[in-house]
């Protein structure tokens, strides 16, 4: 496997140290704005990994791991030109739309551009997937997410909650004002308990195409008050290096046999760490041919059955957990309303 | 003149309810019941 990843940041590092522990791979060009920073991962990786400059990806590569801040959909598009498939850990609204409209030109070169792979969208996706085995008929998919991974997903998630939401209810797109809906999410320790409120996250659109019967779609991230007082301001201190352990909560609701029930998974892990596993693992099923589809989409479209996937998380050290006690009730199922 | 004081004493009070509005208040209760447990191998198949 030949691949390029561009972004050399907190999850980038971490998605090429993932690619470099996968025995097919053959050739890793890392590629960073600052090439310091590329360096540094490759010269802690060893060979096959080198640094590419900016623009210039050497060898058609077979599959391009996108971990920058921004810039997605145009390398994506750059990438599908030398007919390498894609693999973007991007957690923008706007990104994600847009590397999701290259459905059809992916399609039509036969590659796959998998959207949003990482902790959040991304594992999100999986354990989405997975809780809905369980299920007849999904009618609602609800995620909650706490912690970021480098600067740049702090300064988004930091926009996120100053921005409009979008919610999939009833067969229709809602907007509503990121930093309202207070949620109180039960996440997997240690995280615990965590207020949590809608915000310009991408998931929905992500989840709606997975599963196109649902009736509700829905995505919150944790927020302190300080956050929500100021979300629509500039960022008052430079965000930390990376975050501190996060967390990721997926509730699935649904028709099984003759009732309705809640399945509610999770998973506890540094952001940056998953979101990086999560993106290596998504690039060598691209290349693999184990995805369910050509085109763009998330992964809980793109994957038919989440469970190989999870369980070479799990063989990484990303483990799933899930919410045992609830019977459908609300607030057994972890989640209450303020 | 007095128009404008009581306008702008109204919108310095309606801004003080939002802010409280908006910050106010916990999230809700914990779970009652049950807790979280390791996804492993009868799950993941």
Redesign the interface.
């Known amino acids: 496997m030949r691949a390029v990843l561009v972004g050399a940041g907190a999850v980038g590092a971490r998605a090429a140290r993932q690619l470099r522990s996968t025995e097919s791979l053959t050739n890793l060009v890392v590629v960073d704005i600052d090439a310091r920073r590329a360096e540094l991962v490759c010269d802690s990786l060893g060979e096959p990994a080198r640094v590419g400059a900016v623009g210039e990806w050497g060898t058609n590569p077979d599959v391009v791991v996108l971990t920058c801040p921004g810039d997605h959909r145009r390398l994506a598009e750059e990438a599908l030109e030398r007919g390498a498939h894609v693999v973007s850990a991007a957690d923008d609204m706007d990104e994600v739309r847009a590397l999701l409209d290259l459905d059809a030109e992916a399609r039509e070169r036969g590659r796959v551009v998998v959207t949003g792979a990482g902790f959040s969208p991304g594992l999100t996706c999986l354990l989405a997937r997975h809780a809905a085995s369980a299920f007849d008929v999904v009618d609602e998919v609800h995620v909650a997410k706490a912690g970021t991974g480098g600067p740049a997903c702090a300064r988004t998630h930091h926009d996120a909650l100053g921005s409009w939401a979008v919610d999939w209810r009833d067969g229709g797109w809602l907007r509503r004002p990121g930093?309202s809906g207070?949620?109180?999410a039960?996440f997997?320790?240690p995280v615990?308990?965590?207020?949590?409120y809608r915000a310009a996250l991408p998931d929905a659109y992500l989840l709606v195409p997975a599963f196109p019967g649902a009736r509700r779609v829905t995505a919150r991230m944790a927020a302190t008050?300080r956050d929500?007082?100021t979300a629509r301001l500039p960022m008052l201190r430079p965000p930390h290096p990376e975050g501190v352990i996060g967390a990721v909560r997926v509730e699935v609701r649904g028709q099984r046999g003759s009732g309705r029930d809640a399945r509610v998974?999770?998973a506890v892990e540094r952001p940056a760490i998953a979101a990086g596993m999560v993106a290596a693992v998504a690039a060598l099923w691209a290349v693999d041919d184990r995805l369910a589809r050509r085109g763009a989409g998330g992964l809980g479209e793109l994957v038919e059955d989440a469970?190989p996937f999870?369980?070479e998380l799990?063989r990484r050290g990303v483990?799933?957990?899930?919410?045992?006690?609830?019977n459908g009730d609300v607030?057994?199922?972890?989640?209450?309303?303020? | 003149m007095r128009a404008l004081r009581r306008a702008l004493v109204a919108l310095g009070a309606a801004a003080l309810l939002a802010g409280a509005i908006r910050l106010r208040g916990s999230g809700g209760v914990p779970p009652q019941t049950g807790g979280w447990r390791e996804l492993t191998g009868p799950d993941l198949r």
């Open positions: 930093g207070r949620e109180l039960w997997p320790d615990g308990g965590q207020d949590c008050r929500r007082l998974l999770g469970v999870l369980q799990a483990r799933a957990a899930v919410f045992e006690g609830a607030r057994s199922a972890g989640t209450s309303t303020g």
